[in-house]
């Protein structure tokens, strides 16, 4: 009778076995089969299990037409080298799932067995098929380093933070008689050096629901790989070589609530790939390569909330870049290389009207921090009334318009801290947020206020920032961290900062960039406040502290007025109300 277990693993070692007919069998026939040696027959027979010799088995696996002997397993020893490597990996991985799975779960109800060849033909037995049954969970996973299971106090009992002994060696591969636990659900296998996932390799296990490979070796996973595995919730990729995901990878999984393939080497994501997940309400994808999201990326995530994308290489979002995911709540997009973000990058395609525009009015949380963009159009946020944390700090953004964040009524925490804006918030409270759009219509009242005009708001062109600058008192202090503001840009780029030896060079190149400019006008500020008396910075502070309630963004009662040091703690709030109160020193 054949073997139980064949029909679950039959497709586990497809570089040994394929299903052939006799007569297909490529650059073989039976007499060259049964003439090899018997180490190699015992391992491309090992799936059929009839208790003969390995002659024995060998001429059944033809007979049932379930064999394939490839022309240079005969020729090559790499290969046959290879074959035996993958046997002992399988013996290994077995004796593994044998000794610290399937036996400490059965405490004593089985035999003691110590040979894969053994343990292979108890689990094949159909006596053993109910004891078999009552497993469902299963754990080894070896110890990371700086890793703590269960708060630290491991109960023997607690199947999910048992570890395996550091003597046991790490898995290579997955044991194919895995599927013989049909009521398996839950799955950990992280922290082993797994390299690849074949095809139905879970494919017995009908009810596992919870799957975890993550910190392992994996470079590949077969479009098969989870095949039968329509009642996964939670699977975990993370930590290994991935480079592609094979569209319908996951056309199984039809009830996937979280996926996790962040830290992987992922470059590209192919439209569909994730189609058939209707139910996926997380997707971690940080920390890979990733270099542009397509319309088409995340269709079919209509139940799709949390969205990480961050510390990837994405350079822009084009319009409609999140229109299949009606739901999003959280988009994490930072440290990416994202210079452009199109106004209408955050609108969805409405579930009912097809080619009718709706907003994204679900998304609270969106992160765009640590990127390289510039300028933030007035629509960007206005496809999402229901934001309410919005990260935008380190950035290049010279302006924001002062209609930028009147779109987002919900908005309570904003994040907004650039080197090249005039102006910072100190965002620690709710109610500094009404006073952005107020500050960024602050009048400046020394001369600067000419230079924001020109910088900010269009009225005089960049290029003729130059002339203003030549009738400022401090202009020569701006020249000098025009400079350096220059050079340390040149470094952190890589690249060589040659003045050329001229000694008006900050001077002659102030309006080279509008960036390099901003900067080293605030920079020129903060170094003139450092060169101050510490009495005169006393007086700074205070006039700082009068300039803000002039503000009014908090109310006049507010216990924060109360704090002595107000002037001082929020001394970089505001690049003008700190120009402003240095007038006359």
């Given at each position: 009778?054949?073997?139980?277990?064949?029909?679950?693993i039959?497709?586990s070692?497809?570089?040994?076995?394929?299903?052939?007919?006799?007569?297909?069998?490529?650059?073989?026939n039976?007499?060259?089969?049964?003439?090899?040696?018997?180490?190699?027959?015992?391992v491309?027979t090992?799936r059929?299990?009839?208790?003969g010799t390995?002659?024995?088995?060998?001429?059944n696996a033809?007979?049932?037409?379930?064999?394939?002997?490839?022309?240079?397993?005969?020729?090559q020893?790499?290969?046959?080298?290879?074959?035996?490597?993958?046997?002992?990996?399988?013996?290994?991985a077995?004796v593994?799932?044998?000794?610290?799975?399937i036996?400490?779960?059965?405490?004593?109800?089985?035999p003691?067995?110590?040979?894969?060849r053994?343990?292979?033909?108890?689990?094949?037995?159909?006596?053993?098929?109910?004891?078999l049954?009552?497993?469902?969970?299963?754990?080894?996973?070896?110890?990371?380093?700086g890793?703590?299971y269960?708060?630290?106090?491991l109960?023997?009992?607690?199947?999910?933070?048992?570890?395996?002994?550091?003597?046991?060696?790490?898995?290579k591969?997955?044991?194919?008689?895995?599927?013989?636990?049909?009521?398996?659900?839950?799955?950990?296998l992280?922290?082993?050096q797994?390299?690849q996932?074949?095809?139905?390799?879970f494919a017995?296990?009908?009810?596992?629901?919870d799957?975890?490979?993550?910190?392992?070796q994996?470079?590949?996973?077969?479009?098969?790989?989870?095949?039968?595995?329509?009642a996964?919730?939670?699977?975990?990729?993370?930590?290994?070589?991935?480079?592609?995901?094979?569209?319908?990878?996951?056309?199984?999984?039809?009830?996937?609530?979280?996926?996790?393939?962040n830290?992987?080497q992922?470059?590209?994501?192919?439209?569909?790939?994730f189609i058939?997940?209707?139910?996926?309400?997380?997707?971690?994808?940080?920390?890979?390569?990733?270099?542009?999201i397509n319309?088409?990326?995340f269709?079919?995530?209509i139940?799709?909330?949390?969205?990480?994308l961050?510390?990837n290489?994405?350079?822009?979002?084009?319009?409609?870049?999140?229109?299949?995911?009606p739901?999003?709540?959280?988009?994490s997009?930072?440290?990416n290389?994202?210079?452009?973000?199109h106004?209408?990058?955050?609108?969805?395609?409405?579930?009912?009207?097809?080619?009718?525009?709706?907003?994204?009015?679900?998304?609270?949380?969106?992160s765009?921090?640590?990127?390289?963009?510039?300028?933030?159009?007035?629509?960007t946020?206005?496809?999402?009334?229901?934001?309410?944390?919005?990260?935008?700090?380190?950035?290049?953004?010279?302006y924001?318009?002062?209609?930028?964040?009147?779109?987002c009524?919900?908005?309570?925490?904003?994040?907004?801290?650039?080197?090249s804006l005039?102006?910072?918030?100190n965002?620690?409270?709710r109610?500094?947020?009404?006073m952005?759009?107020?500050l960024?219509?602050?009048?400046?009242?020394?001369?600067?206020?000419?230079?924001?005009?020109?910088?900010y708001?269009?009225?005089?062109?960049?290029s003729?920032?130059?002339?203003?600058?030549?009738?400022?008192?401090?202009?020569n202090?701006?020249?000098?961290?025009?400079?350096?503001?220059?050079?340390d840009?040149?470094?952190?780029?890589?690249?060589?900062?040659?003045?050329?030896?001229d000694?008006?060079?900050?001077?002659?190149?102030v309006?080279?960039?509008?960036?390099?400019?901003?900067?080293?006008l605030?920079?020129?500020?903060?170094?003139?406040?450092?060169?101050?008396?510490?009495?005169?910075?006393?007086?700074?502070?205070?006039?700082?502290?009068?300039?803000?309630?002039?503000?009014?963004?908090?109310?006049?009662d507010?216990?924060?007025?109360?704090d002595?040091?107000?002037g001082?703690?929020?001394?970089?709030?505001?690049?003008?109300?700190?120009?402003?109160?240095?007038?006359?020193?």
């Open positions: 009778m054949a073997n139980p277990l064949d029909s679950n039959r497709h070692h497809t570089f040994l076995t394929q299903d052939l007919t006799q007569g297909q069998i490529p650059g073989a039976p007499s060259r089969l049964l003439a090899l040696p018997e180490e190699i027959l015992d491309i090992r059929i299990s009839s208790g390995p002659q024995e088995n060998a001429a033809i007979a049932w037409g379930r064999v394939a002997v490839l022309p240079h397993i005969m020729t020893a790499l290969h046959v080298e290879h074959v035996l490597d993958k046997a002992k990996y399988l013996d290994e077995l593994v799932l044998w000794q610290y799975g036996a400490f779960q059965l405490r004593g109800r089985a003691e067995m110590t040979t894969a053994e343990i292979r033909a108890w689990m094949a037995d159909p006596a053993n098929a109910a004891l049954n009552t497993i469902t969970e299963i754990t080894l996973t070896h110890h990371k380093p890793e703590t269960g708060g630290g106090f109960r023997e009992d607690d199947i999910r933070f048992r570890i395996l002994p550091p003597e046991v060696d790490r898995l591969v997955i044991p194919p008689e895995i599927n013989a636990l049909t009521n398996l659900g839950r799955l950990w992280s922290n082993n797994i390299t996932i074949g095809p139905r390799t017995g296990c009908p009810n596992l629901w799957l975890h490979l993550g910190n392992n994996i470079t590949q996973i077969d479009h098969e790989a989870f095949t039968g595995c329509r996964l919730n939670y699977l975990y990729l993370n930590n290994n070589r991935i480079t592609q995901i094979t569209p319908r990878t996951f056309v199984d999984c039809q009830n996937l609530n979280h996926l996790n393939l830290y992987n992922i470059a590209q994501i192919d439209d569909q790939t058939d997940l209707l139910t996926l309400r997380m997707l971690d994808l940080s920390n890979n390569r990733i270099t542009q319309f088409n990326t269709a079919g995530c139940s799709l909330e949390f969205l990480h961050h510390q290489q994405i350079t822009h979002l084009d319009p409609l870049t999140f229109a299949s995911i739901r999003l709540t959280r988009l997009l930072s440290g290389q994202i210079t452009r973000i106004p209408k990058a955050f609108t969805n395609i409405s579930l009912i009207a097809p080619y009718a525009f709706t907003n994204c009015q679900h998304l609270i949380d969106l765009l921090s640590d990127n390289q963009i510039t300028y933030i159009d007035p629509l946020f206005a496809f999402c009334p229901a934001l309410e944390d919005l990260y935008l700090s380190n950035n290049q953004i010279t924001i318009h002062p209609g930028t964040f009147i779109v009524p919900a908005l309570r925490h904003l994040s907004i801290y650039n080197h005039l102006y910072t918030l965002t620690n409270h109610n500094h947020l009404p952005f759009n107020a960024s219509r602050y009048v400046c009242r020394s001369p600067l206020a000419d230079f924001y005009k020109a910088l708001e269009g009225v005089v062109p960049l003729d920032a130059a002339e203003l600058l030549k009738g400022l008192e401090d202009r202090l701006i020249y000098e961290m025009v400079y350096w503001e220059a050079k840009t040149a470094e952190h780029e890589g690249k060589a900062f040659n003045t050329g030896r000694p008006q060079w900050g001077e002659n190149h309006c080279d960039d509008k960036a390099i400019f901003c900067r080293a605030k920079r020129a500020v903060q170094e003139k406040f450092n060169r101050l008396s510490a009495e005169q910075k006393c007086a700074v502070h205070g006039a700082i502290y009068r300039i803000a309630r002039e503000e009014a963004f908090l109310p006049l507010s216990p924060e007025w109360n002595p040091n107000w001082e703690n929020h001394r970089e709030d505001n690049v003008l109300w700190l120009i402003d109160a240095m007038q006359g020193f």
